[in-house]
Structure formats: C-alpha cells, structure tokens
C-alpha cells in the first residue's frame, strides 16, 4: 500500500533575508517536496535557523527591485495553498521558541500548553472536544508528562519544557514540522521516544525538517542533506555524501596555554545534609557533596532531576534550604553574595534566555563583568578591552558590535562563554555548556575548558552527552530520584556517563 502523504510541499526562488541592513540568507532557490525528510548542516552563523523561520511563514522573503522572488506552500496533490491557511498546520520547535514562553510570561500549566498544539494557538483559548482531550492524554503518557501535567511551565527545566513542546507539536494534525536542534537538553529516554515519533510523522507523510549539529541527533529517516554557509546552499544532495565536518567531533582541538591563577589547598564547596526547593517541593534533599581543591565534577541526571537547581544554588541564584551546612570557600556569612559569584563563571540555557535585552556583543560580555542584565552607563576603554580579550579566547569571529538579537543559538552561546569568562574566574559552573554548538567549536571550546583547567580554573559540568567532557574532569556526581551519589574513581565515572550517554554505537 503507498503511504498516504498529508505533508506541504514548499518551494522557494530568489528567496533572501536581509536584517539590519546586512543579508543574513540567500538569495536561494531550495524545492521540498511534500512528506519528504530534510536535514540542514553547517557551521554556527550559517543561516540555518533563518532558514527554518522563512520555511515556517515566520519570516517573509525580503522583497528585491525584480519582484520575482517567492516561498509557495502546496498541498500533497499540487495545489497552492495560501500562506494564511498554511500557518496553522506547520509547526515550529527549537531553542528560540521556547524561549518566547519566558519572553512573554506564557505559564500556562504543563496540560494546557500540550493542549494549545490541538489547535496551533499560542494560549488555551479553544474547548476541547473528548476526542482531542484523548490525544493530549496520550501525549503526555508517551513523554512521561503526567506527574507534571498540573505543573507551570516556566517552573519546569530545560529540557522537561523541551520534551512539552514536542508534545504540543504533535498535538495537532501538522503538515510541516520544523526542528531547530530538537534534541538539545533531553536525556537518553527522551530521545529514544522523540526519535520514535519522528518515525510516526514519517509513516503519516508529515513533510520535516531538521537542523542538527550532532551526528547522533540524525536518524535513518534523513535521506536528502542541505549544507549552509554564509547564508548560501553550499550543497544539496544526498546525505551520504554530504560534508559531515559540522556533525563529526574530531579529535580534542587545539588546546593553548593559560596563565596559571593561585592555588588553594580548601575545598571549592561543601554541602552537607543540603536540601534544594523549588516551587516548595523538594528536588535534592540530603545531600553531602565535598568540591575538592583542584577537582573537576561532572553532574549526571534525566530531565528534573535536579542538575539545573544545582548549579544555581551553587551559583548563589537560589537559596539553600535552612537546614545543613554550606561552605563555600573564601566566603563568610553576612557577606553578599555577590562576592562569592565575582569569584565564578555561569553558563546556562536559562541564563542565555534571560538576556531579552538589545545589547552589543561587547556590552553583553561587559554585563558579566559588572554581574548585571544590561548596562545603566556606557562601558570603559579598559572594560571593552577585557570583553575583547575573553571573546577572541573563546573563538568568536562575528562583530563586536552586532546585536545579540541578530546572532545564532550557537553565537550567543559563545559570546555568554565570553561573559562567563571576564572575570578570569577560580571555577567554572557549566550547565550543558555545549548546546548549540557545531562539531568544530564543541571541539574548540572543549579545548579551551581543558586549557583552563590546566590552569587551575575548576570545572562543574552538567551534560547529557560523554564527548561534551574533557579528559582533566574526573568526578561524577549523579543525580536520581532527589539523591545525589558520588562516583570518584575517573574510569568509573567515564564509564557512568558513557552508559547514560545518547550517543548511539
């Protein structure tokens, strides 16, 4: 029997992206025919989530003096189908989008987001039928969403609002589903069932598109490759003799050498008995975990587990709860803790979403010196240099001066490196560092961790991925069921996050 196909095709000529003045894409000419599976590839900047905003009818061709430009939505039998009635049948995931949910406050419980895909609306605002009741039930049964079903979803972490709006894609009846680095943030489970559904879209005819940067986010399903630079189609083809640099991490990097900064013989953090809340439940409780001087952690857990409140709490975003002790090297009760965050570098996707603001890249790495959102006065000749310096360490090749709005998931990941690193920090708090990144950089900016802690900057890492670490971290701390235990020995915890790992062999 042939398989039905209820997919759109989509066809583009001469279609281009010109924002703030400078064309970020094309123009291109790019046919997808409908139920057909596309896999974009390219370096970070290339133009890849540009792509998939003008794919989506979320951004239009920018109009040129010929007028002959075009993006067209067709049905499985050919016929045109206007972009007004295509919109609600195509759906959009990634990083950008949902970050707009912290954006603009979008709350909503757990249930009721999953819910607004039956219908692709942004806000609960349709009745249900029974039948489309049904199929939410079943969306969150399939992601293991039903004890979160009551939650809010701001509340949530990265990757359990990741794993939501998957649902709520699936929600509805799509004709065309865009992923944007779906599988950052999930666990190995996650995956499997994600992987599973993309199979089901398959089966239905369901045209997908997909930007990866990980060789193990790339399922059989991908036949045909789009490889992107410079805003332009570098090759379109078979995947199989596609240029696969950007998905392959190769080897370590370069590492270089850093200046040593001064050693102390104290631990970095002791916790014991350390119980974590959030929203007045518990999510760690009874913790004892010792950061040695001169010790590199890797944090290891699913989706909520805790990994994300950890680091935070370390941070000093979130409090401890009263109960226990914590010790934090260098720091005394009745001083702010502003102090012992000066003395630490933070990355985060949480973080990297809170920066709503139109900065610079220079005054974004500026912000970090200053541990502020935003800048109330104009930075110096000395703090732009620094800002300088920390940007060309961690490899950043854009503009200075560019908007951070303007760059791509992994730029901005970049550039929030450069923050993290302004202040020449005694240690380092990770939270899947690489996200975002291509195979290149990931190789770079592992390099780069090495080199700092070669030097004496201690790594605290919280990753999903094995080849996320570098080789100098040798202590696991996992995270199960709000407890934590402690692995010490380097090859058991390699082998630990090897097992956890979703890397497929």
Same mark, same amino acid.
């Given at each position: 029997?042939?398989?039905?196909?209820?997919?759109?095709?989509?066809?583009?000529?001469?279609?281009?992206?010109?924002?703030?003045?400078?064309?970020?894409?094309?123009?291109?000419?790019?046919?997808?025919?409908?139920?057909?599976? @596309?896999? /974009?590839?390219?370096?970070?900047?290339?133009?890849?989530?540009?792509?998939?905003?003008?794919?989506?009818?979320?951004?239009?061709?920018?109009?040129?003096?010929?007028?002959?430009?075009?993006?067209?939505?067709?049905?499985?039998?050919?016929?045109?189908?206007?972009?007004?009635?295509?919109?609600?049948?195509?759906?959009?995931?990634?990083?950008?989008?949902? =970050?707009?949910?912290?954006?603009?406050?979008?709350?909503?419980?757990?249930?009721?987001?999953?819910?607004?895909?039956?219908?692709?609306?942004?806000?609960?605002?349709?009745?249900?039928?029974?039948?489309?009741?049904?199929?939410?039930?079943?969306?969150?049964?399939?992601?293991? /969403?039903?004890?979160?079903?009551?939650?809010?979803?701001?509340?949530?972490?990265?990757?359990?609002?990741?794993?939501?709006?998957?649902?709520?894609?699936?929600?509805?009846?799509?004709?065309?589903?865009?992923?944007?680095?779906?599988?950052?943030?999930?666990?190995?489970?996650?995956?499997?069932?994600?992987?599973?559904? /993309?199979?089901?879209?398959?089966?239905?005819?369901?045209?997908?598109?997909?930007?990866?940067?990980?060789?193990?986010?790339?399922?059989?399903?991908?036949?045909?490759?789009?490889?992107?630079?410079?805003?332009?189609?570098?090759?379109?083809?078979?995947?199989?003799?596609?240029?696969?640099?950007?998905?392959?991490?190769?080897?370590?990097?370069?590492?270089?050498?850093?200046?040593?900064?001064?050693?102390?013989?104290?631990?970095?953090?002791?916790?014991? +008995?350390?119980?974590?809340?959030?929203?007045?439940?518990?999510?760690?409780?009874? /913790?004892?975990?010792?950061?040695?001087?001169?010790?590199?952690?890797?944090?290891?857990?699913?989706?909520?587990?805790?990994?994300?409140?950890?680091?935070?709490?370390?941070?000093?975003?979130?409090?401890?709860?009263?109960?226990?002790?914590?010790?934090?090297?260098?720091?005394?009760?009745?001083?702010?803790?502003?102090?012992?965050?000066?003395?630490?570098?933070?990355?985060?996707?949480?973080?990297?979403?809170?920066? #709503? +603001? +139109?900065?610079?890249?220079?005054?974004?790495?500026?912000?970090?010196?200053?541990?502020?959102?935003?800048?109330?006065?104009?930075?110096?000749?000395?703090?732009?240099?620094?800002?300088?310096?920390?940007?060309?360490?961690?490899?950043?090749?854009?503009?200075?001066?560019?908007?951070?709005?303007?760059?791509?998931?992994?730029?901005?990941?970049?550039? @929030?490196?450069?923050?993290?690193?302004?202040?020449?920090?005694?240690?380092?708090?990770?939270?899947?560092?690489?996200?975002? @990144? =291509?195979?290149?950089?990931?190789?770079?900016?592992?390099?780069?961790?090495?080199?700092?802690?070669?030097?004496?900057?201690?790594?605290?890492?919280?990753?999903?991925?094995?080849?996320?670490?570098?080789?100098?971290?040798?202590?696991? #701390?996992?995270?199960?069921?709000?407890?934590?235990?402690?692995?010490?020995?380097?090859?058991?915890?390699?082998?630990?996050?090897?097992?956890?790992?979703?890397?497929?062999?």
């Amino acid at each position: 029997m042939a398989r039905a196909v209820n997919g759109f095709r989509i066809a583009c000529h001469r279609a281009a992206l010109v924002l703030g003045g400078r064309t970020v894409l094309g123009p291109l000419d790019l046919d997808i025919p409908a139920g057909s599976r @596309l896999l /974009l590839l390219g370096p970070n900047g290339a133009g890849k989530t540009q792509l998939l905003k003008l794919l989506g009818g979320e951004r239009w061709p920018t109009p040129t003096a010929r007028g002959d430009e075009y993006r067209h939505y067709y049905s499985a039998d050919g016929a045109l189908v206007e972009t007004t009635e295509a919109l609600p049948r195509i759906e959009f995931i990634g990083g950008e989008r949902q =970050d707009k949910y912290y954006r603009y406050d979008w709350n909503f419980t757990v249930q009721r987001v999953v819910s607004t895909g039956v219908h692709n609306t942004v806000r609960p605002i349709v009745r249900l039928k029974p039948a489309e009741r049904s199929r939410v039930r079943a969306l969150l049964k399939r992601f293991s /969403l039903e004890r979160l079903a009551r939650r809010r979803f701001l509340t949530l972490s990265y990757g359990e609002k990741r794993r939501v709006l998957i649902a709520r894609a699936l929600a509805g009846n799509p004709a065309l589903i865009l992923l944007d680095e779906v599988h950052n943030g999930l666990d190995t489970q996650t995956r499997r069932v994600l992987d599973r559904e /993309l199979c089901r879209l398959a089966q239905r005819g369901t045209t997908l598109v997909m930007a990866a940067h990980r060789v193990d986010d790339v399922s059989s399903l991908f036949g045909r490759a789009v490889v992107l630079r410079d805003g332009q189609i570098e090759y379109d083809g078979p995947l199989a003799d596609a240029p696969q640099h950007w998905l392959t991490l190769e080897g370590q990097g370069a590492s270089c050498a850093l200046p040593s900064i001064a050693s102390s013989e104290q631990p970095l953090l002791e916790l014991r +008995d350390a119980w974590l809340y959030r929203d007045y439940r518990p999510v760690i409780r009874g /913790l004892d975990w010792t950061v040695g001087a001169g010790e590199h952690w890797a944090i290891l857990g699913a989706n909520g587990s805790g990994k994300s409140t950890l680091l935070q709490a370390v941070y000093g975003l979130l409090p401890f709860a009263s109960r226990g002790q914590v010790r934090r090297r260098g720091y005394e009760l009745g001083v702010h803790i502003e102090e012992w965050r000066r003395r630490l570098g933070f990355v985060s996707p949480e973080l990297q979403t809170e920066y #709503l +603001d +139109d900065l610079s890249v220079e005054e974004f790495v500026v912000s970090g010196e200053r541990l502020s959102f935003g800048l109330l006065r104009r930075a110096t000749a000395a703090e732009r240099r620094r800002a300088h310096a920390a940007l060309e360490l961690v490899g950043f090749s854009g503009s200075f001066g560019a908007s951070v709005r303007i760059l791509s998931y992994g730029q901005r990941r970049l550039v @929030l490196f450069a923050r993290a690193l302004v202040l020449k920090p005694e240690a380092l708090l990770l939270d899947e560092p690489l996200t975002g @990144l =291509d195979a290149p950089f990931r190789a770079q900016v592992r390099a780069l961790l090495s080199s700092l802690a070669q030097s004496g900057v201690q790594l605290l890492v919280a990753a999903h991925h094995a080849t996320d670490l570098c080789p100098e971290i040798g202590h696991l #701390l996992e995270i199960r069921n709000g407890r934590g235990r402690i692995l010490l020995r380097n090859a058991v915890a390699k082998s630990r996050v090897d097992r956890h790992s979703p890397i497929r062999r």
